[in-house]
T-cell receptor, first 115, second 115 residues
Framework: DQQVKQNSPSLSVQEGRISILNCDYT??????FLWYKKYPAEGPTFLIS?????DKNEDGRFTVFLNKSAKHLSLHIVPSQPGDSAVYFC??????????????FGKGTKLTVNP | GAGVSQSPSNKVTEKGKDVELRCDPI?????LYWYRQSLGQGLEFLIY????????KSGLPSDRFSAERTGGSVSTLTIQRTQQEDSAVYLC?????????????FGPGTRLTVL
């Protein structure tokens, strides 16, 4: 049973436009959410995170929104650049026991930004 | 300083053989994690070491999988009697341990292929 779901396996946008990547989760015990970016043949790199007590976190071109009542978060990239083309993973921390540092990942969304 | 390193980068083995995968975390990082990514899937948590505490082994898929962390630094993931379904990219991550969220830094992974 997937606790973190990224229902769009791929997304294609034009350079300069907004990219919106979505993520849904089922476990209300998750207390921290993260987005990781992954290029081929490299490990994931941390992009941005948000605590469950907030609804928005912004870092330059990247903004993450959290809607706890809907158990939904999204990553907005504005403006999108060709170098943003990568696989983006949504991840959540915490499980039923609480206090765990392990992350639960979605399957990823492959973003392609076309010049 | 250097990031997380993993060796080998690629490993091809025959079904039934044992394999060892190595992870060198970032110097000074007290927490170490193993994940794996099977084709078309997200990252799946395997095991987590934090300092001298007992490891969280809740993600190990079977008793053929084991991991050690010697001297609080290097870790080895061992898979005995490998099966074709073990084929995946095995990722190691490390982090500092503080009272707040600890960003996990990932290595490039080891691609394991079981023939």
């Amino acid at each position: 049973d997937q606790q973190v779901k990224q229902n769009s396996p791929s997304l294609s946008v034009q350079e300069g436009r907004i990219s919106i990547l979505n993520c849904d989760y089922t476990n209300s015990m998750f207390d921290y959410f993260l987005w990781y970016k992954k290029y081929p043949a490299e490990g994931p790199t941390f992009l941005i995170s948000i605590s469950s007590i907030k609804d928005k976190n912004e870092d330059g071109r990247f903004t993450v929104f959290l809607n706890k009542s809907a158990k939904h978060l999204s990553l907005h990239i504005v403006p999108s650049q060709p170098g943003d083309s990568a696989v983006y993973f949504c991840a959540a921390r915490g499980d039923d026991r609480g206090g765990s540092e392990k992350l639960v990942f979605g399957k990823g969304t492959k973003l392609t930004v076309n010049p | 300083g250097a990031g997380v390193s993993q060796s080998p980068s690629n490993k091809v083995t025959e079904k039934g053989k044992d394999v060892e995968l190595r992870c060198d975390p970032i110097s000074g990082h007290t927490a170490l994690y193993w994940y794996r990514q099977s084709l078309g899937q997200g990252l799946e948590f395997l095991i987590y070491f934090q300092g001298n505490s007992a490891p969280d082994k809740s993600g190990l898929p079977s008793d053929r999988f084991s991991a050690e962390r010697t001297g609080g630094s290097v870790s080895t993931l061992t898979i005995q009697r490998t099966q074709q379904e073990d084929s995946a990219v095995y990722l190691c991550a490390s982090s500092l341990w503080t009272s707040s969220y600890n960003e996990q830094f990932f290595g490039p992974g080891t691609r394991l292929t079981v023939l």
